[in-house]
């Protein structure tokens, strides 16, 4: 890690911080960030803190440029300004898996699983880095692949557990139930021991009870793992709910921040969704 | 773990099967029951047999279409040859000489699959199957102009037409188009044996290990693999590698059970062949391509009493297998046809669905 | 001199080559598969207008006709048995179909015209033009096949942008099911495809074996191999592309067979398609498609 500049903050711009976490190191800290496509702005200006164990929300009408803030976040793309530093160091010029590498794990909008492999097998694909096997130990099957085999089952057994998953150990991943797909993607971005999980749209396909069941799990998440969490949802009872700071984002542009009482009542969070007309509808809408 | 179990267990079925395979023929040649012909297929079905597993590697398991496996075989071939004619007398033992040659032939077919892997797995699907066809091409041309002798002053190569002079008492090892002659046949069966266990063994436990899920993640969804912090390239990078190595392997078995051999035997054809035996053998399946590269080596072997019918016929039921198992108008009707049988067993249909 | 005469025969040859690239970019383009049998039509194309011509006895004109039109039908029964019932599934299983069906064209031809070697003669039959006091010959094959290239190109470029039919083509390579919903018959685009593709490669068929007269049953295979690679260097999917590809394959084997290394030819020009891939991941022309995340 030490050809990228650690460059610890001074003073960080606290906003998504938690009480407890005050003075202690954010896990994300990303400052004016924007990215142009061609001539287009699709974000810009986008500056963030969050704080070691923050459950936090970042929503907006659709085309807001949530995802790809998400994308710019993990060092799929680029920015065209700004940096984003995870744990205090700049990613800038990171490939997506060194940035990974950096405690940053995510989940996807439209679900990437690797779905003709098990379940078990995709958590044990997200414990990838943690798995300390050499190569030759894999290829002649030397008593540190057995070792090391054996602590991966475990591990990778007792987060699927924790997801409630353990039961489709077996089962190959593509032929799960859409619900089912969407937490496995989480436990395996568990998997990679990261300090803070980005979660793209959760709770999208999923019906109620599945909802409410992943509100909880959410919690559950980061008081046992003491991850942080940043999440994109439409499913404002979620947001509402879970979140403990919420960003609000419009034209790839924060248009607020705040608690989610002070979010629900934002006049322009109200415009930015229902449009200008009806100011006395609230945000859920 | 049952998925565990399930694995080993198919593993364990593979080498069983490959196992019985060779001693049931080694009995039968050893009693004078199989005819100088058949004799004569068993080392290059085993090379074959080495050629499409390890393509299967780069192909089933990591989801890269290569057009250029023979150049490997190729490489892996020539080395052996020049590395067993120059230690015909440091190492009198022939089945050593023949290891060493197969292992300088992979290292080598290794190396350069490393080298060229740098800057050509950039590339992605079509674009790096058309590359890996250019280097085949590339590798031929080379080997059918390379004149490579040795005599008391050491080794001496070269590229230009006008071939190599060598001091009185030197001998030409590979004679540019010519190819190379006079090669020592090293290769027996029981040697193409051990390297099918070597194969299977490296490549099923690449398959089952840390190294095997990230290769397989990065064909299921490169994206997601990325994001769980798997550097692509380098788990690209890892299975050609291996790939280029086993192919060198079997190219140095396959060329030291001949006389003589030409590049133009490591040609598009053959990459075409070995790729043929992959598919029809299935995507990722090691025993299926084991299978598959017997029969199909045999098939037109077998069939030459045909004469000129028998690659029109091999053609025919290559396509014929291909619309088979993949059409879905056909998998319709098979499928039609297997629910009609499995009602008539209908104590198996758990059996059954267990398989499936 | 030298040069202008090596560069007018490499451009000639990469005519051919354009000819034969067209084919694989239109068929790669829309129906996003390899058809390595490609290569082989040629080789159809050459027999049935060298048997049109020295055993019917049939003028060129009509042996060139005939051939176009065998080699269309032909086009056609291919796709419609062999790939059409493999629509949708892995582009890799109707790749090794398609090695079938080149496999398949390979030995059917030697059953009908044997091994041997047949002595094309060529299809041109006016004498070369003398330039610079006889310092620079251009034959009539390469002044029939360049201008051969260029009306076809023309033709192709009014053809996919002016006609109905052309402009389905593009639709469907565009975007397959949009084109569907759109009413486009996606299996009728297809088989045209094909039609067009194989016709072209009748024409290509006769244009080599002119220059080349050496016809047997793989006379095909590497030129086909050879368009192939012109096809992605241009960018497989776009038809300037293939045809640019083309022309500049043949100048740059021309001139190291001329400069470099005759034996080499092969090494240098798929040594310059990695480079230029290494280069240009999608071909000269062709587009680069990020994947959305």
């Known amino acids: 890690m030490n050809e990228y500049s650690k460059k610890i903050l ?87 898996h060194k940035v990974n590498k950096l405690g940053i794990a995510r989940t996807f909008q439209n679900i990437r699983l690797f779905t003709d492999m098990s379940v078990l097998d995709n958590v044990k694909v997200g414990m990838h880095n943690d798995i300390k096997c050499s190569f030759f130990e894999s290829v002649l099957h030397l008593p540190g692949y057995y070792k090391a085999e054996k602590r991966a089952n475990q591990k990778a057994m007792e987060l699927l557990d924790f997801m409630g998953l353990a039961e489709f150990a077996d089962t190959k991943a593509g032929s799960l139930p859409y619900g089912v797909q969407r937490r496995l993607e989480i436990v395996r971005a568990l998997a990679t021991n990261p300090s803070v999980i980005l979660l793209d749209e959760p709770a999208a396909g999923m019906n109620p009870s599945e909802t409410t069941e992943l509100m909880h799990q959410i919690r559950r998440i980061r008081d046992t793992f003491h991850v942080a969490i940043f999440l994109i949802e439409h499913d404002m009872n979620l947001v509402m709910n879970v979140c403990e700071a919420i960003a609000v984002v419009n034209y790839g542009r924060i248009i607020a921040k705040g608690t989610p009482d002070e979010i629900r009542t934002n006049p322009a969070v109200i415009e930015a969704y229902l449009g200008k007309e009806e100011g006395d509808a609230n945000a859920e809408g | 773990m049952k998925k565990l179990n399930r694995n080993q267990v198919k593993n364990a079925s593979t080498y069983i099967l490959v196992t019985a395979a060779f001693l049931i023929l080694q009995v039968l040649s050893t009693q004078g029951k199989l005819n100088s012909t058949t004799k004569g297929f068993l080392v290059p079905a085993c090379a074959y047999i080495v050629l499409a597993v390890s393509l299967n590697l780069l192909v089933g398991i990591c989801g890269e279409l290569s057009l250029g496996h023979a ?16 230690l015909a007398e440091a190492v009198p033992n022939g089945v050593l000489r023949l290891v ?102 490296v490549v099923q436990n690449l398959i089952n290990s840390r190294e095997g899920r990230a290769i397989k993640a990065v064909r299921d969804n490169r994206i997601a693999a990325e ?44 990459s075409i062949n070995i790729l043929v035996f992959v ?48 059409s879905p108008k056909m998998k319709d009707i098979i499928s039609v046809v297997t629910d009609k049988v499995r009602g008539v067993f209908r104590k198996n249909e758990k059996e059954a669905a267990f398989h499936e | 001199m030298k040069i202008i005469q090596y560069l007018i025969n490499g451009i000639s040859i990469g005519s051919v080559y354009a000819i034969i690239a067209l084919g694989y970019t239109m068929v790669y383009g829309i129906a996003k598969m390899l058809n ?75 059953l009908i015209w044997s091994s041997s070697p047949k002595n094309y003669t060529s299809v041109v039959t006016f004498q070369p033009l003398r330039l610079a006091g006889g310092q620079l010959v251009i034959t009539g094959e390469v002044i029939v096949t360049i201008i051969a290239s260029i009306v076809i190109m023309v033709g192709l470029t009014w053809f996919t942008g002016k006609t109905r039919t052309g402009k389905a083509m593009r639709a469907v390579s565009e975007d397959r099911e949009a084109a569907e919903l759109m009413g486009i018959s996606v299996n009728k685009t297809i088989s045209t495809t094909f039609a067009i593709g194989s016709a072209l490669a009748a024409i290509a068929g006769v244009l080599l074996c002119s220059t080349v007269p050496t016809l047997q049953p793989t006379t095909g295979s590497m030129p086909g191999i050879r368009a192939f690679t012109a096809a992605v260097l241009g960018g497989i999917g776009s038809i300037p592309g293939a045809m640019l590809g083309g022309i500049l394959l043949g100048v740059i084997e021309t001139f190291s067979k001329a400069y470099l290394s005759p034996q080499f030819s092969d090494a240098i020009v798929f040594g310059v398609l990695i480079v230029i891939l290494l280069v240009k991941p999608a071909g000269l022309l062709g587009k680069q498609v990020q994947e959305k995340v």
């Not at chain 2, 280097?135 to 040795?150: A, T």
């Not at chain 2, 399946?285 to 072997?301: C, D, K, M």
């Open chain 1, 10 to 96: 001074k003073v960080p711009t606290v906003t998504f911080v938690r009480e407890q976490d005050q003075g202690k190191q954010p896990v994300l800290d990303v400052r004016n960030l924007g990215i142009d496509f061609g001539g287009l702005t699709a974000v810009d200006g986008f500056n963030i803190t969050i704080g070691p164990t923050e459950i936090s929300g970042l929503i907006g009408p659709n085309g807001a440029g949530k995802t790809t803030i998400f994308n710019l976040l993990t060092g799929v793309y680029q920015p065209t300004r700004g940096s984003v530093l995870v744990n205090g160091i700049d990613i800038k010029g990171m490939p997506v």
């Open chain 2, 71 to 86: 150049g490997f075989m190729g490489i892996g071939a020539f080395t052996g040859i020049v590395v067993t004619s120059l």
């Open chain 2, 100 to 201: 060493m040659g197969m292992i300088a032939g992979g290292v080598l077919a290794g190396v350069v699959g490393f080298l060229i892997g740098i800057p050509v797995l950039r590339l992605r699907g079509d674009y790096l199957a058309i590359v890996t066809l250019a280097f085949g091409e590339i590798m031929k041309n080379v080997f059918g102009n390379l004149y490579l002798g040795v005599d008391e002053t050491g080794l001496h190569a070269t590229l230009k037409t006008e071939g190599l002079t060598l001091a009185e008492g030197g001998k030409m090892i590979i004679s540019g188009p010519r190819g190379a002659t006079g090669i020592t046949k090293l290769s027996t069966f029981a040697i193409g044996f051990v390297l099918i266990l070597f194969t299977l063994f």
């Open chain 3, 36 to 110: 390595f049998a490609h290569g082989d039509i040629i080789m159809v194309g050459a027999y049935i207008s060298f048997c049109v011509t020295n055993y019917l006895g049939l003028p060129v004109v009509v042996s060139i006709l005939a051939a176009m039109a065998v080699c269309t039908a032909l086009g056609m029964l291919i796709e419609a048995l062999a790939y059409k019932p493999l629509r949708g599934t892995p582009s890799l299983a109707v790749l090794i179909t398609a090695i079938g069906v080149s496999y398949f064209l390979q030995n059917a031809a030697q």
């Open chain 2, 227 to 270: 994001s769980v912090g798997i550097n692509v390239t380098a788990f690209r990078m890892k299975a050609f590698v291996v790939s280029a190595f086993l192919a060198g392997m079997a190219g140095a078995l396959y060329a030291m059970n001949y006389g003589s051999i030409t590049a133009s035997k490591f040609n598009f054809n053959t």
């Open chain 2, 279 to 326: 598919v029809l053998g299935g995507m990722g399946n090691i025993l299926g391509s084991i299978i598959s590269a017997t029969v199909l080596y045999i098939l037109p072997e077998a069939m030459r009493g045909l004469q000129d019918y028998r690659m029109i016929l091999y053609a025919v039921v290559l396509i014929l297998v291909m619309l088979f198992t993949w």
